[in-house]
């Protein structure tokens, strides 16, 4: 239901400003015509509750100018009630959302955005098989949107984010996508330099994110299916697209930014080494991607106990070598390619700042100013190198860019009319365990 609380409209702050127009129009936290929140504050819904979604707000309610946390909306209600008391007791009013605007069931993000004036604000923070709907629906209502990443598990969902992305632009909607290691100091002036020559031509790049087990958690009595899987959704490919998508994206995106290019083709392998859980997680994978000059980049991604740990990405020029990315805050490049004390090229020694907080600031400012800012482009193909990186350690295939961009194989079809009765997109037999991708046996595309 549309608000009716505004206190100055549209028409009468023109009516009653006429004289300040000219100055008002240029003045910072002052929004500009067309897609402009009716008042000098800016109203946020979060879609998504999670541990994300909350830390999205949090730093959406902090950026400069005014704002309001105007409505929440989940699946789960436990999930509204913990996320709008915790940024409460943290930011007071702005975060108090009241309860009929607690929205809850696979509906409720639409009822959240329904709730705001165009030109607000939209944080998409749930499982990223429902990012390309939600996008859509936002975008169509004349939101803003933040985006978390992932950004879909699918090719048919990266269409569909590339589509909504270009109708933004249209409208002149400003996006911002959850990568925010594109927005931290260090790494920004690493890769500048990368750029200028600091270590040569690159060469191969690597992103690693090795480290402990993801869990499952147990299935609560009564639970339904549907619920189960969400509530677990890293752990099922349907909602997350694979531990490579959802977990290694951040580094993988970094790699395409040292190249500032995209992989032509990807091979790969990987499997369930030691996981017993009876969800879809492999528990190691590698994927080798070919750029059209033929250099390479190399992901692996690895999820046990008492195995090496890494989380980061190395890179190697024709003359120097960097440690950097997401997992290294603080980034160095090296001369030659054994990095070491001696060798040190360059570190940063400025202000580092908060990436989190920064992509926020930037979005906001950019919508108070009427900046263009639209990430879609970037962050969709960002997220299609991991899934055809997914497809080819999952299919055993070696898969194209063209190939990935085009297949019309769908993780979660007919995702609009899932009900939490389900059934789920994937079931378990009569072991309780569930589908798992074969090397040699799965369909790739």
């Known amino acids: 239901m549309k608000s009716t609380t505004v206190s100055t409209t549209r028409r009468n702050f023109l009516k009653t400003s006429s004289t300040l127009a000219a100055g008002a129009a240029l003045a910072p936290g002052i929004p500009m015509p067309g897609y402009a929140a009716e008042s000098n504050t800016l109203k946020i819904a979060l879609v998504g509750c999670g541990g994300r979604g909350t830390g999205a707000a949090k730093n959406a309610l902090s950026t400069a100018g005014p704002t309001q946390l105007w409505a929440v909306a989940d699946v789960f209600e436990q999930k509204t009630e913990a996320c709008v008391r915790n940024l409460t007791s943290q930011l007071g009013e702005k975060a108090n959302v009241p309860p009929d605007r607690r929205f809850v069931g696979f509906d409720a993000f639409k009822r959240a955005i329904d709730s705001l004036d165009k030109g607000s604000v939209v944080l998409l923070a749930t499982a990223p098989a429902f990012r390309p709907l939600h996008f859509e629906y936002a975008i169509e209502k004349g939101m803003h949107v933040f985006m978390e990443k992932s950004f879909a598990v699918d090719a048919p969902g990266i269409r569909r ?42 060469v191969t790049s690597y992103a690693y994110r090795m480290h402990g087990p993801v869990g499952l ?184 860019w063209e190939a990935a961009m085009n297949s019309n194989l769908s993780l979660a079809p007919n995702l609009e009319n899932l009900t939490m009765e389900g059934p789920a997109p994937v079931m378990p037999d009569a072991q309780g365990r569930y589908p798992i991708a074969m090397p040699g046996q799965t369909q790739a595309l």
């Open 161 to 202: 984010v590339l589509k909504t992305g270009e109708l933004a632009r249209q409208k002149n909607l400003k996006v911002a996508g959850g990568l925010m290691s594109r927005h931290y100091p260090p790494l920004e002036e690493a890769i500048a330099r990368i750029h200028d020559g600091a270590i040569g031509t690159v």
């Open 217 to 400: 958690a147990p299935k609560a009595p009564g639970m339904s299916e549907v619920a189960y899987q969400i509530a677990n959704y890293s752990c099922f490919t349907w909602l997350n697209g694979s531990f490579i998508v959802d977990w290694l994206i951040h580094n993988i995106d970094v790699c395409c930014w040292v190249k500032d290019d995209w992989p032509v083709s990807v091979q790969g392998m990987g499997g369930r080494q030691v996981r017993q859980e009876a969800d879809q997680l492999f528990d190691h994978y590698m994927a080798e991607y070919t750029f059209a000059d033929g250099t390479r980049l190399v992901a692996q991604g690895r999820h046990m106990t008492r195995c090496y740990d890494f989380f980061g990405n190395i890179v190697h020029g024709t003359t120097g070598c960097g440690i950097l990315g997401e997992g290294i805050p603080d980034p160095r490049l090296f001369k030659g390619h054994k990095p070491g004390g001696e060798q040190l090229l360059w570190r940063f020694r400025g202000e580092k700042g908060d990436q989190y907080q920064r992509e926020h600031d930037l979005l906001f400012d950019a919508i108070r100013n009427d900046k263009p800012y639209n990430e879609t482009e970037r962050c969709a193909k960002s997220c299609l190198t991991a899934i055809m990186g997914r497809m080819a350690c999952e299919s055993g295939a070696l898969i194209t």
